[in-house]
């Protein structure tokens, strides 16, 4: 499996997790589908951290969509919720920045501040998917050399993030269903056969903020009928 593959199935999955907002104002089953994204989103970072041949472009480039984005993300995100939040674009070059830091950095220990300090960042800054979506990244980064320990380093992510709902909820359903979608999305990554494939360097960037738009239009023009 190809990386172009990996991004279309990402892409597909964030479309049909947003088109339950679109479509209905609310939370339905088609998030369920759309817990698949992110994990595959976060392991393509660390890819394009991989073979970039300009860092510094990468990081520009994840920083400006970032800002281009946060209008069509803060419209759609009115249809959940008042709050301020921002866009996953942002959480992405935080868990790039993550990367890049612990490469650079002299002294390990001063890395696991920055990125303690990166994470409380995307917690009060409200970014979508928070410190777990940053820490994600990081730790798809430190296990992508052995698919056995990418394959545990995801799970022991997945009981970070759903264990806490389980013990809350009494296994309520819901999130139960999210820990078995989300869990789902190591069988892609696992799949991904180290090529290229076909070349969507900026389709990913434009189609975040194209289809929240979109989205969010499609909810106007329901709620008004």
């Known amino acids: 499996m190809t990386s172009f593959i990996l991004k279309i199935i990402a892409c597909t999955t964030m479309f ?13 089953w088609l998030n369920y589908i759309g817990r698949i994204a992110f994990p595959i989103f976060a392991f393509q970072i660390v890819e394009g951290y991989t073979h970039t041949k300009d860092l510094k472009k990468y990081f520009l480039r994840l920083f400006i969509f970032a800002i281009v984005s946060e209008i069509p993300f803060y419209l759609f995100h009115t249809i959940i919720s008042n ?4 866009n996953v674009m942002f959480t992405l070059f935080l868990g790039l920045f993550c990367i890049w830091v612990w490469e650079k950095a002299p002294f390990k220990p001063l890395a696991v501040w920055f990125i303690i300090v990166a994470c409380i960042i995307a917690e009060l800054s409200n970014m979508d998917y928070g410190y777990w ?7 798809f980064y430190l296990c992508r050399s052995n698919k056995f320990m990418l394959a545990f380093g995801f799970l022991g992510m997945l009981l ?8 809350k909820y009494n296994l309520y359903y819901k999130y139960v ?18 090529e290229q494939g076909k070349k969507i360097k ?6 975040y903020p194209v289809h929240l738009l979109l989205l969010y239009g499609l909810h106007q023009i329901l709620i008004l009928q």
């Open 133 to 139: 979506g940053v820490l994600l990244v990081f730790i």
């Open 16 to 28: 049909i997790d947003h088109l339950s907002y679109g479509l209905y104002g609310t939370s339905t």
């Open 83 to 86: 709050t301020f939040a921002l």
């Open 160 to 167: 970070l993030k759903y264990v806490p709902f389980f013990i």
């Open 177 to 194: 269903a999210f820990f078995i979608f989300t869990l789902l999305a190591i069988i892609p990554i696992l799949l991904y056969n180290g």
């Open 202 to 207: 900026y389709f990913l960037y434009i189609f």
